[in-house]
C-alpha cells in the first residue's frame, strides 16, 4: 500500500499452529503465492479458513484462483486442506495461490484482471465507530474496478442486512451494475456458524457499467 490505508481486519495471529500447519506456512505457502507471468481468473477476497476456495477450485480446474487472507491461521487452515499428509498438494487444489496479507496491496498493483472477484461475509464492523474499517467503501469498489476484466462479475455476501444496505450506497459513487440474475447460495463455515444468530444472507452481484 502506498499510503496507509485503515486496517479492515481483525487479528493476523490466531492460537499457535500446529507443527504440521507451520511446516505448511513455511515450505508450501512460498511456493504458491501469486506469480504476476501466470494468467489468473478468479480471486476470493477475505477467504476465513478457505472452504469456498476449495471449492471454487475443484469448480474451476483450468482457471487459477487467488485466495487473499491476512490471518496466519486461515491461511494455515487452508493449506492444511490442500495438501496430503506428505505436504503435498493434492492433484485437485493445484490450481489455488495463497496471497497471506492485505488484497489491497496485491489490487493496488493493478498487475491481474479478474473474471470473477468473491467476498464472502466481509467483516461487518457493525460499532458505527468502526465503519471506517469495513473493506467494502467506494474506494475499493472502484479498486476492484480497475482489476476486473470488461464483463467480469463481483459477487459479494453478506449476511449483516445493515452492511448490505451500507454497500448499495457505497456503490451508488461507482459505475457498477447490480446483476443478481446469477444469484447463488454459498454456505460457508462462518455462515453455518453464525445462521442462528444472523439474518440470511443476501448477495449483490457486480458488473461494471460503462
Ligand atoms: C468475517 S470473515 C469471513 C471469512 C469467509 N469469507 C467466510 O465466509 O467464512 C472476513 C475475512 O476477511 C478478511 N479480511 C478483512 N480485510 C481484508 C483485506 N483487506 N484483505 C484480505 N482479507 C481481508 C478477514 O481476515 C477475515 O478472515
Redesign the pocket.
Not at 467476498?119 to 461487518?124: E, G, N, Q, T
Given at each position: 500500500m502506498e499510503k496507509q490505508?485503515i486496517?479492515?481486519?481483525?487479528?493476523r495471529h490466531g492460537k499457535k499452529l500446529s507443527p504440521r500447519k507451520a511446516r505448511l506456512v513455511q515450505n508450501i505457502l512460498p511456493k504458491i503465492m501469486p506469480n504476476e507471468s501466470e494468467t489468473v481468473d478468479i480471486l476470493?477476497?477475505?477467504?476465513?479458513?478457505g472452504?469456498?476456495v476449495c471449492e471454487l477450485a475443484l469448480n474451476n480446474p483450468d482457471k487459477i484462483i487467488i485466495g487473499?487472507?491476512?490471518?496466519e491461521n486461515?491461511v494455515a487452515a487452508l493449506l492444511s486442506r490442500i495438501c496430503d499428509e506428505n505436504d503435498n498438494i493434492l492433484p485437485e487444489y493445484k490450481n489455488i495461490r495463497i496471497?497471506p496479507?492485505?488484497?489491497?496491496l496485491i489490487l493496488n498493483q493493478n498487475k491481474f484482471s479478474f473474471s470473477e472477484i468473491w467476498?464472502?461475509?466481509?467483516?461487518?464492523w457493525p460499532k458505527a465507530r468502526h465503519e471506517k474499517r469495513r473493506?467494502l467503501n467506494s474506494d475499493f469498489l472502484n479498486l476492484l474496478a480497475t482489476n476486473i476484466k470488461q464483463n467480469g462479475k463481483i459477487i459479494i455476501?453478506t449476511d449483516h442486512w445493515g452492511y448490505y444496505d451500507w454497500i448499495l450506497e457505497q456503490l451508488q459513487h461507482t459505475n457498477f451494475v447490480i446483476n443478481n440474475e446469477y444469484a447463488c447460495i454459498i454456505k460457508?463455515?462462518?455462515?453455518a456458524k453464525n445462521m442462528a444468530h444472523t439474518d440470511a444472507p443476501k448477495y449483490i452481484i457486480l458488473e461494471s457499467g460503462n
Open positions: 490505508e486496517r479492515t481486519f481483525g487479528r476470493e477476497i477475505g477467504f476465513g479458513a472452504e469456498h487473499a487472507e491476512p490471518f486461515g496471497w496479507d492485505d488484497v489491497r467476498v464472502l461475509h466481509p467483516d461487518p473493506l455476501g460457508t463455515r462462518y455462515q
